[in-house]
């Protein structure tokens, strides 16, 4: 509750200097008429389907992300030759803004679908893979030696052993990973215009270029409360259940 009050102090505060004229109402608009327009967009369902469109992309890159980065971070992990070589060009190119895929994403696959999800995936399997790799190099060495002086081998000791206790930094590198994929996408709607569908970064582009800043403030929003969203639903309940499970203190 103390957040939606904050929000609702700050949004009464905001009214009030937008109507004594601290500031043009064409630069920041009241909260008022970002609610007119997101209640407006909601009704003629621009906003919904956009939604629809955006989520529909994020969690197709945000998979095969995922998918992709754990076993990747596993062998690097485990196996100095991955280190050594993929774990170093992952390293590189986590440093590389998502965003500097979109030409080459471009030329390879023109402005199609295909082109958002390769954006979306360059954005996000780097931190998954670099989280899992971490995740496995910090596996106290004795927790493999007991497994093994107990029997346990091969394909065993990776799912029993070192899966489970490199689970939380693997899930915390599928939290960044959800983070970057999400601002990848955003970046790769605003900056790739197809006919295929529009998403929330579409939306966001035409309300720049028609100077709506009702539209811009709103979209913003919708944007910032579906990232709360998914880590309030997704990863904070997996993120207690691992405290609970592996013994950590409750908040």
Same mark, same amino acid.
């Given at each position: 509750?103390?957040?939606?009050?904050? +929000?609702?102090?700050?949004?009464?505060? $905001?009214?009030?200097?937008? $109507?004594?004229?601290v500031w043009p109402e064409y630069l920041l608009p009241a909260p008022s008429q970002v609610g007119k327009y997101?209640?407006?967009?909601?009704?003629?369902?621009?906003?919904?389907? *956009?939604?629809?469109?955006?989520?529909?992309?994020l969690i197709m890159g945000y998979l095969i992300g995922v998918i992709t980065g754990v076993p990747l971070g596993l062998l690097i992990g485990r196996v100095e030759l991955f280190r050594y070589t993929l774990g170093w060009i992952a390293?590189?190119?986590?440093?590389?803004?998502?965003?500097c895929w979109a030409p080459l994403a471009l030329l390879w696959f023109g402005q199609t679908e295909e082109a958002m999800l390769f954006i979306v995936?360059?954005?996000?399997?780097?931190?998954?893979?670099?989280?899992?790799?971490?995740?496995?190099?910090?596996? =106290?060495?004795?927790?493999? $030696?007991?497994a093994r002086t107990m029997g346990s081998r091969g394909l065993h000791t990776w799912v029993m052993?070192?899966? =489970? *206790?490199?689970? =939380? +930094?693997?899930?915390?590198g599928m939290k960044q990973g959800w983070a970057f994929a999400w601002?990848?996408?955003? *970046?790769?709607?605003?900056?790739i215009t197809i006919v295929?569908? +529009?998403?929330?970064?579409?939306?966001?582009? +035409?309300?720049?270029?028609?100077?709506?800043?009702?539209?811009v403030l709103g979209i913003m929003l919708v944007i910032v409360f579906v990232g709360l969203l998914?880590?309030?639903?997704?990863?904070a309940p997996v993120e207690r259940w691992i405290r609970e499970r592996w013994g950590a203190l409750k908040e």
């Open positions: 509750m103390l957040p939606l009050m904050v +929000f609702a102090v700050l949004c009464v505060l $905001w009214e009030s200097l937008v $109507w004594v004229g997101l209640f407006k967009a909601v009704i003629e369902g621009t906003l919904p389907n *956009a939604a629809l469109v955006t989520f529909r992309r390293l590189g190119l986590q440093a590389l803004p998502s965003i995936v360059m954005g996000c399997v780097w931190s998954v893979i670099l989280s899992t790799e971490s995740g496995v190099r910090n596996v =106290p060495r004795i927790y493999v $030696w007991a052993v070192i899966l =489970p *206790a490199a689970l =939380p +930094f693997i899930v915390n601002r990848s996408l955003m *970046a790769a709607e605003i900056y295929t569908g +529009f998403g929330l970064g579409h939306l966001l582009h +035409f309300a720049r270029e028609l100077h709506a800043m009702d539209a998914a880590d309030k639903i997704c990863f």
